[in-house]
């Protein structure tokens, strides 16, 4: 017969080898700039993880993953499980200190807050911690790119949370300011802020 210590101390142990195994899929992820040959895959990402009042079009795709090519390669970032694209985070660049709707159609490449409009993790990827790994890897390529330059290139990013979120955004570092102007489908947005 085995001994409750010994069924405490087994499942200590499997929760360990779980643990590592996912801190090692983690540490194995890529990060690098989106390009254009990404656009399908990251298309399909976004419009089948989103309402579809909600997803941002093909071409809005696009069209992020050319101004990043001009302000800064960080603004787009996929992260990639080998050669597969398992996530990403789209950015417009606003004067704006929080994130408008304007901004999701305009970037400004005088900006300087990172107005972030998805975050997006495959199906088969989630609740494994991919997207905590991929904002706290991004937000500090963002700092990075700060410390190269004075005065810094970028002052803050800006967020909009839906309430089942808001804890995601917290644990990386952003401040919930409250509900947002923006109205936008049932449920309220919140204003989310992250200083650079
Ligand atoms: C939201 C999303 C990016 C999270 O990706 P993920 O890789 O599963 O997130 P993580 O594994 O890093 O989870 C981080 C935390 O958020 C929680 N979380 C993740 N998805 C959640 C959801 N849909 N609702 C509530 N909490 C969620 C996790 O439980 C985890 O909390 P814990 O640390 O207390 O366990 C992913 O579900 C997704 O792509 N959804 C569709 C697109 C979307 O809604 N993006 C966000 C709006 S921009």
Same mark, same amino acid.
């Given at each position: 017969m085995i001994s409750r210590t010994h !069924?405490? #101390?087994s499942i200590g142990k499997v929760n360990n080898l779980h643990n590592h195994s996912i801190m090692s899929f983690l540490e194995s992820l890529k990060f690098e700039p989106a390009c254009l040959l990404d656009l399908d895959v990251i298309d399909h990402l976004e419009q089948t993880? &989103?309402?579809? !009042?909600? %997803?941002a079009t093909r071409e809005k795709l696009k069209? *992020?993953? @050319? &101004? %990043?090519a001009h302000s800064g390669p960080e603004l787009f970032l996929v992260a990639k499980d080998k050669e597969t694209i398992v996530g990403f985070v789209c950015t417009?660049?606003? *004067?704006? !200190?929080l994130l408008t709707e @304007?901004? #999701?159609d305009v970037h400004d490449? @005088? =900006?300087k807050t990172v107005c972030l409009h998805s975050v997006c993790v495959a199906p088969e990827y989630r609740k494994r911690g991919v997207a905590t790994h991929l904002l706290n890897t991004w937000i500090g390529i963002l700092r990075h790119h700060n410390e190269l330059q004075t005065p810094k290139k970028y002052e803050r990013v800006a967020i909009l949370s839906r309430p089942n979120l808001l804890s995601l955004y =917290?644990?990386? =570092?952003f401040k919930n300011l409250g509900k947002s102007e923006v109205v936008h489908g049932p449920e309220p947005w919140y204003d989310c802020i992250l200083e650079l």
């Open positions: !069924d405490v #101390m993880s &989103y309402h579809p !009042d909600e %997803a069209n *992020r993953i @050319e &101004y %990043a417009t660049l606003s *004067r704006s !200190d @304007e901004s #999701m490449p @005088e =900006g =917290g644990s990386v =570092g």
